[in-house]
């Protein structure tokens, strides 16, 4: 499809747009003379970096753009609650509160995620959902798609595609309690650092400080709820948390006040939610891909005056707020964070996949390597034929228990496969889910010899739950494989070495080697960079 230029911009009617706690009438609006409500965005762009107002009745400074005469009308803060808590939190999160720690962790998970987004435009349901947005959409072309470089999409429909990329073949990190943090949030930061006009770039610091605010509230949301520290069984939970984390990371990003950042919050929350039925399916990297595209939309639409619900994540009876997405529900406010804030990625690391998976196979394709190598001990080779019964001890969780899966979704979801196909071949990755992999006569073979067990301590929770795998032999004798902490997890955290070698296997597949090692020193040196643009203009 051929790329049109940009549209003449032309003035509209003015409008309103609150930044802080002040509401400014008359500043000017701006769409394509292809009509296209995106062409909006760089006006708007300008007005949300203007974060130091001039007395009332004056045009804020930095925005020569204002019509003349814009009247400034002062709005309340919002009460003291829970919802208003995050909103503070969100606006007075400051760079100097990032420890070493935190930075360092959350470039990890930065690297990670953007090469699992590159290796995941290669699939199928990246370029379904890329087809949608270039042919269905007309908009403005200003944000990067994953392993495209020469494709640009408008903001909101970049940050959903890539999204979907980076949650296509759920090779992205998970955290505890139980969601995937970064997809939802860094598509929606590199999109919205692009939208902004050049002189009102946020600087990478900006960028590193607002992807942490979007992970923070993402993690304090999944505390609220005991069962939420469990692998879900109702909705998953980046397209729940993850379309909040996103419009606080945004909001952030463009300074919004502590009132449009409440609001952001409520609105996101009317945008969240996705059931677990769709899990094992094409349908469910739109999860991440909507949660982040979502997330940014709420953002955009606080700042241009929309208000919310101010009590959204308060427990309020009788009427649910975000309380509707979980059975037990208890909210805590969030201090303002001070100089000694401890942001909970300090505490709680992340788990980094080693191969596109669900998070649970680690721990049985681990325990199925360990036996594999008893077993060839034992025998002098691998032999299947020698193999009466394979027996998986393994949590119980119905979405992730599939004995005979048909496609590749399905395949990243169950115990059985990837516990065969790391007994069959030695190891799993990005082949052991392609069609010719999955429907090998070999491996039903083994399949069909599987029995699961479901022991009572082994329980459906990422930070307690173990795999075993034991191969009952047709001599009566028993080997036996047990991971109660993979490579990768929090516990026991993937090397820098490992972490690069991923990203540069990942990348590969769609980028050239100059380009992945500028990737990895801008990433590495986020901190110092004047225009953290220049990290998605470089995907």
């Known amino acids: 499809m051929s790329q049109r230029s940009p549209p003449q911009e032309v003035p509209r009617e003015c409008g309103v747009l609150y ?27 300008g007005l949300l970096k203007a974060t130091h107002l001039a007395p009332a009745g004056a045009a804020p400074r930095g925005c020569p753009s204002l019509c003349p005469g814009a009247a400034v009308v002062a709005r309340s803060a919002p009460e003291d609650t829970v919802t208003s808590s995050f909103a503070s939190f969100i606006h007075a ?12 962790r959350s470039k990890r998970m930065i690297l990670d995620s953007i090469g699992v987004g590159l290796v995941g435009s290669t699939t199928r349901v990246f370029d379904i959902a890329l087809r949608y947005c270039r042919e269905l959409y007309s908009s403005v072309a200003v944000s990067s798609v994953y392993g495209k470089p020469g494709v640009k999409l408008s903001p909101t429909l970049a940050a959903f595609t890539n999204g979907v990329a980076t949650h296509s073949m759920d090779f992205d990190d998970t955290w505890h309690p139980a969601t995937h943090p970064s997809g939802a949030v860094l ?32 993690g304090r949301l999944m505390h609220f709820s005991t069962e939420a520290h469990d692998i879900p069984k109702r909705f998953h939970p980046p397209s729940v948390v993850g379309t909040l984390g996103s419009a606080a990371a945004t909001a952030k990003l463009l300074s919004l006040s502590s009132a449009q950042c409440c609001h952001a919050l409520g609105i996101a929350a009317s945008l969240a939610g996705a059931p677990m ?51 037990v529900y208890q909210p805590k406010p969030l201090s303002t964070p001070g100089q000694q804030h401890q942001f909970l990625l300090e505490k709680q690391d992340i788990a980094f996949k080693r191969f596109p998976a669900h998070l649970g196979m680690h721990w049985v394709v681990d325990a199925a390597l360990s036996v594999r190598n008893l077993f060839i001990n034992y025998a002098g080779s691998f032999s299947p034929s020698l193999i009466r019964t394979i027996m998986l001890k393994i949590p119980v969780s119905k979405y992730i228990n599939r004995p005979f899966p048909s496609s590749e979704h399905q395949a990243r979801h169950s115990f059985q496969f990837n516990a ?31 029995v699961v067990e ?12 173990y795999g075993e795998v034991a191969l009952l032999l047709h001599s009566g004798d028993v080997l036996t494989g047990k991971c109660d902490t993979f490579y990768g997890h929090w516990r026991k955290p993937l090397s820098k070495e490992s972490l690069l070698k991923k990203f540069r296997s990942n990348a590969s597949h769609v980028l050239p080697e100059e380009k992945i090692e500028a990737i990895i020193t801008l990433v590495d ?7 953290s643009s220049q990290l998605a203009c470089s995907l």
């Open 420 to 450: 065969c196909a790391a007994l069959l071949d030695g190891e799993v990755g990005l082949g052991s889910f392609s069609e010719s992999s999955i429907h090998r006569q070999e491996l039903r073979e083994l399949l069909d010899k599987v």
């Open 454 to 465: 479901h022991p009572e301590d082994n329980v459906a929770n990422f930070d307690k739950m």
């Open 187 to 218: 598509p929606a930061l590199l999109a919205a650092s692009q939208m902004l006009p050049p002189n009102t770039k946020p600087t990478g610091l900006d960028f590193l400080l607002a992807f942490n605010v979007g992970l923070e509230v993402q």
């Open 19 to 45: 930044i802080g706690h002040t509401e400014i009438r008359g500043y000017p609006r701006w769409e394509g003379s292809h009509g296209d409500d995106e062409f909006q965005l760089p006006a708007l762009a």
């Open 277 to 327: 039925a769709n899990a094992a399916t094409q349908a469910k990297p739109l999860h991440v891909g909507n949660a982040t595209r979502l997330g940014l939309e709420a953002a955009l639409l606080a700042a241009r005056g929309m208000e919310a619900n101010p009590l959204i994540l308060d427990d309020i009876p009788g009427c649910s707020g975000f309380s509707a997405f979980y059975s």
């Open 93 to 104: 999160a400051r760079p100097e509160q990032l420890s070493q720690t935190v930075r360092q």
């Open 525 to 531: 040196n986020l901190e110092t960079l004047s225009d």
